[in-house]
């Protein structure tokens, strides 16, 4: 079979370069599947679909599939080389449009390509990689075969390239699914002549056994097409036909969740889809859902569309307008394609029209008006409701407890000072009934302790209410981070309040304890405190006065008992001893055997070493004794715990555990922490900052001191553009804020527009409050690197230490002339190529290169043949393409930074923190203590992580809850171990 044209279409694998080729190991197969997989090679290699391969890197095996008719289809395991290619993002129609635009003609062709992507070719470079293996030979496809990832949008590209006139106008087609539809069957005559015109051009062929003409409805894309409209089709309803009636309320809420999915498929669907009809949308709203209709009016309503969710929590809060604007921008979403279509009309009583054409919008509202603004929409009022009780449907006639919460919201406070203590506790249901709990401590407590009792009681409450689902609010920031596992719980009184609650919150299905302002918590503080309350017409209330005359933590009276402890050598002596054995036989021979490394020496049990001749068994108590001795003792030496285990077993004690308790003593040693060595890896991954046009990100830095120049200059203010590499610098003789400011707008703005970020380190100078609010005033975003991470601002760095290089290698002895020379070193680097975009930054900023001193002392081409005009026109055209040139250092760039990255992360230990982590800080010298010299500290801390940012950036604060300003980067922490 001739085929397509490969010069039309064919298909090549783009394999990523980085993948390896994978040969599957052959699969054994069974005597029924290897005889089909034997017939089926030799039918492909009668057609020339295949042909016989040697050495091929890339192999699969063949996997067969049963069809309903009992045959066998051979398919081919492509997933090693589907995961080497990325996805061909070629656009398919959307199923929606295309089975809209079949429905409703009257006349019907159903076209079936006879092997479809058989007839299209493998290029020949590619053709190897699809081999497959058999029980007599490999084989690869000369033809597209199934299995390959972008085989269909390959197909798909094929069909709407040979049915490029046709699509949309008397033909559909989605991949291998093709119908030509028409008005009448003259004219349907001569679609088809027009369609095989197109297929006889491209030498495609069709199945005719599979191929149904000039019919009045068929099967597409799973739907039912016919003159009347769209279908169901029978097949796929089925299950629904044949579905056994509801029994009980569960089945039939089940039962209205299917129903509301299916009302997509609506009768005489094709009347009412001519998009001269304008469409109509009802909405309607509750407490608990968002519903609409779109139907179309000609001379009678027609519904076209029903659709309706349920609200989220956050949403359910919304104010009746908001609602209603988002049931219509959820209407707009899912049928994108009506809405663009044709002219929608909103009919509804609520005055969305004017809250949306408001110009004082904000927030989300006007996020919702900018996105309807691209539709033709125009609102009416309701009228007649005739249809407006099809949205109303779900909404209004909800079966009895399906949208019903069982949610229960507890607002709980403690109190305590001098006159006593108490607890508040309102306890909201979901039919409206409030309880409210005023308790009286007959004990003193801590205000953390309060708020613990208040949080307990309230449970109590909850349970004897039987709720099953509580939210619970507090405003003690300690108690809700402590019970969420975000807080480490340090005091003993608080760690058993703490294990109380994890107890009592395992009788419900659902307790979330949240923090709340201390205003937002006004009336369970006002009940924690005065006993007393307010009453809100319309609620029902029941205020509760008790007396709590015990803690809800009691304390524990023992008494000393002197009870033998039982060890791991216990046994093992009673052995020696008494011969005493387990009634097990396999306990007793392993015990018999484990027995023989061991002697008791007056009473104390050895083991048999290596080290030494006899090693004492001791218990963990001792054990403990000994590791703090030799570890923090007189003769102490931290060392790590490798060594201190050698120096437990050269001074003759051994338990099993040995190794591991030294090496877990060591990590929790204070000492050892505070005094560990600096860690130099890197802990986060590498990246990147891209600029997305130029001079939109400036990163700005101090270079200095240096000698004394002229007009007393000793330091050096630098910024330099991320895209071009431009660079800006300036000799001061003191950096102050003014200075910082005067050069931002001197240098940056005026010469080069206002930019969008300027990335600075944490400097004085850089962070007054009058600098950031002029920066602000221009709407720049000024962003801060990590305290002591000079790699966020890499680019500012790397243009410092260039500009360095050359100072030095150009002053020679006269140091004192470093500010005349920086504008001849400024400019010799604005006229050099960068590695990381090949282009000089004159070039990216200008269009054109800059002509150098020596193109005038030896003149260049450009010198010797030099024409005004022509000169002129030359760089007006090069201005015109500069886009050109900055796409293409982009590119450059972003290459170089790939590489960049891939290189720095192979020497990567990564560390990462979650909120309430405690961390050690690097004491970086400027903190050390000048008195302490060398023997100071090299880690800070403990500290807490506060918030965790983007990055590897982390918030930190003391554990007093003093928050550390500035942000501190995962290379400069790592975690402490108490």
Known sequence: MPGIDPSVMCHKLSICAEARSVAQRKRKMGT????????????????????????????????????????????????????????????????????????????????????????????????????????????????????????????????????????????????????????????????????????????????????????????????????????????????????????????????????????????????????????????????????????????????????????????????????????????????????????????????????????????????????????????????????????????????????????????????????????????????GLILEQSLRFAFKTSNNQAEYEALLAGLRLAQE??????????????????????????????????HLFRNARSAFDEVQVKHTPREHNEHADQLARLASSSRKPGQLRTTLHLDLTTPSVKPLECMPVDEPQQTWMTEIMDYIELGKQPTEPSAARKLRAQAAGYSVVNGELYRRGFSTPLLKYIDSTQANYVLREIHEGICRSHSSGRTLAAKVLRAGYYWPTLRTDCAEFVKRCVQCQRHGNIIHASAEELHSISAPWPFALWGMDILGPFPLAKGQCKFLLVAIDYFTKWIEAEPLATITTGMVQKFLWKNIVTHFDIPYVIVTDNDLQFTEQKLNKFIQDLGIQHEFTSVELPQSNGQAEAANKVILTELKKRLGESKGAWAEELIEVLWAYRCTPQSSTKETPFRLTYGTEAMIPVEVGEP????????????????????????????????????????????????????????????????????????????????????????????GAYKLEELSGKVIPRTWNSTHLKAYFS
Request: glycine residues 4%.
């Open 32 to 431: 029924d599947r290897k005889l089909a997989v034997e017939t089926e090679v030799a039918k492909l290699l009668e057609a020339r679909f295949i042909r016989e391969v040697q050495y091929t890197t890339w192999l699969a095996n063949v996997v067969m599939v049963k069809k309903p008719n009992g045959k066998w289809r051979m398919c081919t395991d492509y997933t090693n080389l589907n995961k080497a290619c990325p996805k061909d993002a070629y656009p398919l129609p959307n199923i929606d449009r295309l089975v809209d635009g079949a429905s409703g003609h009257k006349v019907l062709s159903f076209l079936d390509a006879y092997s479809g992507y058989n007839q299209i070719r493998m290029h020949p470079r590619d053709e190897e990689k699809t081999a497959f293996i058999t029980d007599t030979a490999n084989y690869c496809y000369r033809v597209m075969p199934f299995g390959l990832k972008n085989a269909g949008a390959t197909y798909q590209r094929l069909m709407n390239k040979i049915f490029r006139h046709q699509l949309d106008r008397n033909m559909e087609v989605y991949v291998d699914d093709m119908v030509v539809k028409s008005e009448g069957i003259t004219q349907h005559i001569a679609d088809l002549s027009e369609v095989f015109q197109q297929l006889r051009k491209f030498d495609m062929w069709l199945n005719p056994e599979k191929c149904v003409f000039g019919v009045s409805g068929g099967k597409f894309l799973g739907f039912m097409l016919s003159a009347r409209g769209i279908k169901a089709n029978p097949d796929k309803c089925r299950a629904v036909i044949d579905m056994r009636s509801p029994q009980n309320l569960k089945e039939v809420q089940k039962l209205a969740e299917r129903l509301t999915s299916l009302s997509r498929f609506l009768p005489c669907l094709a009347e009412i889809a001519k998009p001269i009809v304008d469409m109509v949308v009802y909405l309607c709203v509750s407490n608990e859902a968002i519903s609409s209709v779109i139907v179309q009016e000609n001379d009678e309503q027609w519904p076209v569309y029903f659709i309706s969710r349920l609200l989220q929590e956050a949403e359910t809060r919304y104010q009746l307008l908001e609602k209603v604007a988002l049931g219509l921008v959820h209407a707009a979403r899912r049928l994108c394609q009506y809405f663009q279509s044709h002219h929608v009309v909103v009919r509804t009583d609520c005055s969305i029209a004017k809250v949306l054409r408001k110009p004082e919008l904000a927030g989300r509202m006007m996020a919702w008006s900018i996105e309807l603004s691209e539709f033709d929409i125009t609102f009416e009022a309701r009228g007649p409701i005739k249809s407006q009780c099809l949205a109303d449907f779900v909404n209004e006639l909800q079966p009895k407890g399906h949208f019903i919460s069982d949610l229960w919201t507890m607002h709980v406070d403690g109190s305590s000072n001098n006159q006593g203590c108490g607890a508040g506790i309102i306890l909201e249901g979901p039919s």
């Open 465 to 498: 209410v039987g709720a099953r689902r509580v939210v619970c609010w507090t405003d003690s920031k300690i108690v809700s981070e402590q019970v969420n596992d975000h807080f480490q719980v340090k005091d003993p009184n608080l760690l058993k309040y703490y």
């Open 860 to 951: 260049s081409f450009r010198r010797l043949h030099f024409d005004e005009a022509c000169n002129d026109s030359s760089l007006r055209a090069e201005i015109d393409v500069v886009e050109e040139v900055h796409d293409k250092a982009r590119i450059v760039a972003d290459v170089c930074k790939q590489r960049m990255t891939k290189r720095f992360n192979t020497t990567l230990s990564k560390r990462c923190f979650k909120e309430g982590d405690l961390v050690w800080r690097v004491q970086g010298s400027a903190r050390r203590n000048p008195r302490e010299g060398k023997l100071a500290a090299n880690w800070d801390g403990p500290f807490r992580i506060c918030h965790s940012l983007d990055n």
